[in-house]
């Protein structure tokens, strides 16, 4: 009887002996990782933002910044108008919001600077020597 529970107890070891050496196996090597074995990060907010060219995002980015411009809510109007501009680069009517929000909010080299952009994207617009009179105003 006492041979037999020490066979059972050699045996039981014997398999739980295989058992860790196969987990053991298939473990990665402790290697120094690579660039691709580097865990993403976990943090979301640390990502830095990108904005792929989406029109449709920009047009919609100004019209809620309008709703907040006509509230009186001139930060989040501004917010608005700059995705707007990151979003499409080329839409002259986010970046003369972004200059009436920036006038708003009393950054008048801002402004200036979106004024010079929107008239750059669309020179032949209807109030383009309204807007350059915004421009020589603030200078």
Known sequence: ???????????????????????????????????????????ESLKPRVYPFNPLEAENDVKVGNFYFRQGKYKAALNRFREATRYNPSFPEAFLRLGDAEEKMGDKQAASDAYQKYLELAPDAKNAEAVKKKIVAKH
């Open 1 to 43: 009887m006492v041979q037999r529970s020490l066979l059972w107890t050699l045996l039981l070891s014997g398999v739980l002996c295989a058992q860790q050496d196969q987990a053991q196996k298939t473990k990665p090597a402790d290697q120094p990782k690579t660039q691709e074995q580097v865990p993403p990060e976990e943090d």
